[in-house]
C-alpha cells in the first residue's frame, strides 16, 4: 500500500506539465519513489531560475482537487490499487493515477470477466449504431463487459447496449465534465451502476490533445478493440493502431466502399483485422485463446512482479538463448520458453534496462546489437 505522501508526491509529479507516464515511471524507477522524485525535480529538470520551480506542482493544488474529488464522490486509483484496471498495468505507459466515479464494488466484478473496446465514428449512420447497440447487449449477456469513450455516435451506441451487463467509459477530460452535453443523462446512467475513469485532472475541459492519450487507456484496459465506422486517420483507428501494438486483437465491422466513415475500417480488415459481422466472431476468438483476466501485480512498476534470484538467471537464460537479432512477439517468446506473462515481461524488463534486447513495434523483441 502506498503511504499518503506518496500518493500526494504521486499526485503532484503526475500533474506537473512536463511530466507524462512514461517519464513518471522513469523517474520512480530511478529515484525509489515520488516523494524522492520531487526532492531532485528542480536540478531535473534544471531548473536554475528558482521562480521557475512553480512549474512543479503544489501541494495546495493537490489538496484542491482532492477536495473538488470528494464533494463529487469520485477517488482517485493509483497503479497499485485493486481498482485499477489489470489489463491496463501491461501497457509501455499505464497512468501512474486515475480519476474514478461509479459503482466500485460492480467495477471489480468486471475484472473477472472479458472486456473489449468499442469504438468508431461519431456521426454515425442510423444503421450502424443499431448495429452496434445489439453487438454490445449480445457481448454482454455472454459475460463481456464493453469499454468506449463515452463520445456521441457509437461509443453512446455501445454504453447504452451494455448498461444492465457493465460497461466503463474513459474521457478525456477532467471527470466531472460531461462531454459532449448531449450525453449527460447516459453518464449519470454510468456512473449509478458501472464506472467512469479519467487520467485528466479534475476540471480540465476536453483538448484535442487528450484524445489519443484517453484512446490509448481504451485500447490498454481491452483483450480487443472492435471498430465500428472509421474514417481515414481517425481517432478510432489510433484506438485500433494502439491495440495492435499491444498486441491485442482488432475486429472491424466493413463498409461501402463509397463510404467515407468506412474507409478506415475496411483498410484494417485488409491489413489483417478480424472480420466482424456479429457478437460470435468475438466470443468465438476469445473462446479460441481461452484469455482468462491478469494477474494483479504487488511491485510499483508497470509490469512487474517479484522473481528469486535463481528464477529469474534461468528465465533470463531462457530468453537470451531464443532471441537473435530478427525481430519476434513477445507471445511468440512466450510460447517458446513456456514461462509465465508476468515473469517474462518482468525480465524483459530488465533486460532492456542493461541494453541486452530491444524493444520494437508490434510487442516484438531482438537482441541488441551489442549484446
Not at 103 to 127: D, H, P, W
Not at 206 to 230: C, D, H, K, W
Request: include cysteine; charged fraction near 25%.
Amino acid at each position: 500500500m502506498l503511504s499518503k505522501s506518496e500518493k500526494i508526491s504521486r499526485l503532484r509529479l503526475f500533474r506537473t506539465e512536463s511530466i507524462g507516464s512514461s517519464k513518471f515511471w522513469e523517474l520512480v524507477e530511478a529515484y525509489g519513489s515520488a516523494e524522492n522524485t520531487l526532492k531532485k525535480l528542480p536540478k531535473i529538470l534544471n531548473l536554475k531560475d528558482t521562480k521557475k520551480v512553480t512549474d512543479i506542482c503544489s501541494d495546495e493544488k493537490i489538496e484542491e482537487e482532492i477536495a473538488h474529488m470528494k464533494s463529487l464522490g469520485a477517488r482517485f486509483v493509483f497503479f497499485e490499487d485493486e481498482l485499477y484496471p489489470p489489463l491496463l498495468r501491461t501497457i509501455p505507459d499505464p497512468p501512474p493515477v486515475l480519476s474514478f466515479l461509479g459503482n466500485k464494488e460492480r467495477v471489480l466484478s468486471f475484472y473477472q470477466k472479458n472486456m473489449i473496446s468499442v469504438v468508431g465514428a461519431r456521426n454515425a449512420s442510423i444503421y450502424s449504431s443499431k448495429f452496434c447497440n445489439t453487438l454490445c447487449r449480445n457481448l454482454g449477456t455472454n459475460n463481456v463487459v464493453i469499454v468506449s469513450g463515452l463520445a456521441r455516435g457509437i461509443d453512446a451506441s455501445a454504453h447504452a447496449g451494455s448498461l444492465q451487463t457493465g460497461t466503463i467509459a474513459v474521457m478525456a477530460n477532467g471527470i466531472n465534465i460531461v462531454y459532449p452535453q448531449e450525453n449527460a443523462k447516459l453518464y449519470n446512467e454510468i456512473i449509478k451502476e458501472n464506472g467512469i475513469f479519467s487520467e485528466t485532472p479534475f476540471n480540465v475541459a476536453p483538448q484535442p490533445q487528450l484524445f489519443p492519450r484517453r484512446n490509448r487507456i481504451i485500447a490498454g484496459m481491452s483483450y480487443g478493440t472492435a471498430v465500428i465506422e472509421a474514417a481515414e486517420e481517425s481517432g478510432s483507428l489510433i484506438t485500433a493502431r494502439m491495440a495492435l501494438e499491444y498486441n491485442r486483437d482488432v475486429f472491424d465491422v466493413p463498409g461501402s466502399p463509397l463510404d467515407p466513415r468506412s474507409v478506415g475500417c475496411n483498410r484494417l480488415i485488409k491489413e489483417g483485422a478480424t472480420l466482424l459481422q456479429d457478437a460470435r466472431d468475438i466470443l468465438d476468438q476469445l473462446e479460441t485463446k481461452k484469455i482468462i483476466p491478469y494477474q494483479l501485480f504487488d511491485d510499483n512498476h508497470p509490469s512487474v512482479i517479484k522473481i528469486s534470484t535463481k528464477d529469474m538467471g534461468k528465465i533470463r537464460k531462457k530468453i537470451l538463448d531464443s532471441l537473435s537479432s530478427i525481430p519476434i512477439t513477445i507471445d511468440e517468446l512466450i510460447s517458446s520458453i513456456k514461462v509465465s506473462p508476468q515473469e517474462v515481461l518482468t525480465v524483459l524488463l530488465e533486460l532492456e534496462l542493461a541494453n541486452k534486447i530491444v524493444r520494437l513495434h508490434g510487442q516484438r523483441v531482438c537482441l541488441a546489437l551489442d549484446s
